[in-house]
């Protein structure tokens, strides 16, 4: 069901009203996050998290061709210079970027960027490439999509999985964001007990990830790549040492897989809870030059935080994407969840 401020871009897109604004030349930087990318045909069916899937392929395209009409597209190396240079450009600019990974930005998310010569930024959880396993959302959802269970117990709640399959992900997903390293793979390994699930085969896993090559391959076509965490570990329930590890190691890895070198990181899940001054510090202390925060809003350029980079959920439908490009005061969706529930990861 679409929100209200979408319904209003939906008409406001319907009168045109958005290229007359788009005329109106507007500096600062929309930060797109999109997850993943979903496929054209109708009726495919998903065992993971369906809230971390965006715009279909052609939907996704339209946003790249408008995007490319009416605001800059930029790139990280842009990026820095604009910060660097403390002169941006009058025209309105935009980052394209996804986080976790998904084979989709590969197969579905690339050819358009290819096709329309468009830069954007992946950002790479290094373990889960490396070990082919999907992030703990994932996890999540396919335990309770898959349990056969009409309610189960965990910690003195009840969650009825027959009518509300929904809200008993979403209480996973709240409890492990506010999980303590250490304890992370014990509420996995009780969910799947609790719901009687075993965990998806290393085969499916695997399906719905990237590999090193398709990651190189969008490198040696100008796509920017940053690290997401090793783990994809919240870095505000980590200890320092181990947030520099996550920070550290995963740089060392991209840029060993890679051969390039790694600038930008994005904190896993990425909201105000999620990283602390101290992740920031710890992240250019690392060698990083730019972090990215997730649902946090979006930047004007002056004063804007090289280690908080705002970024905004990448919408589904093309008249958001005109309504918080030329208004973004208007059209930025509150943080954290919204009412379908979407959530950073
Ligand atoms: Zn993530």
Known sequence: MKSRKEKLACQLDRFGFFEVMARFPRPGLIIFGYHRIRPDQAGQTNEFDDDVFGPTQSQFRMHVDWLRKHARIISEDELLNILATRRPPKKRCVM????????????????????????????????????????????????????????????????????????????????????????????????????????????????????????????????????????????????????????????????????????????PVGDYTHFTHESKDIARTCGYQLGFSFNTGYTSWEGSDHFNMRRLGGPEDLGMIKGIVTLPKVFTRDSKKNKRGEHGT
């Open 96 to 267: 394209l970027t996804f986080d976790d990974g998904y084979r989709d930005n590969f197969k579905l998310a690339y050819p358009v960027l290819k096709e329309y010569q468009v830069p954007a930024m992946f950002f790479i959880p290094t373990l889960s490439i490396s070990n082919r396993t999907l992030g703990w959302w994932d996890i999540i959802a396919y335990c309770i999509k898959n349990s056969r269970k009409d309610a189960i117990h965990y910690d003195g709640q009840t969650l009825l999985l027959k009518s509300d399959k929904q809200a008993a992900k979403i209480f996973f997903l709240e409890k492990m964001k506010a999980t303590a390293c250490g304890h992370t793979a014990d509420l996995l390994a009780r969910l799947a007990d609790t719901c009687e699930v075993d965990f998806p085969s290393r085969a499916i896993q695997d399906a719905q990830l990237m590999t090193w090559d398709h990651i190189r391959e969008m490198a040696l076509g100008g796509m920017g790549i940053g690290s997401h965490g090793h783990t994809h570990r919240v870095m505000a329930t980590l200890p320092r040492d181990v947030q520099e590890e996550e920070m550290r190691l995963s740089r060392e890895i991209l840029a060993t897989k890679l051969d390039i070198p790694i600038r930008s990181i994005a904190y």
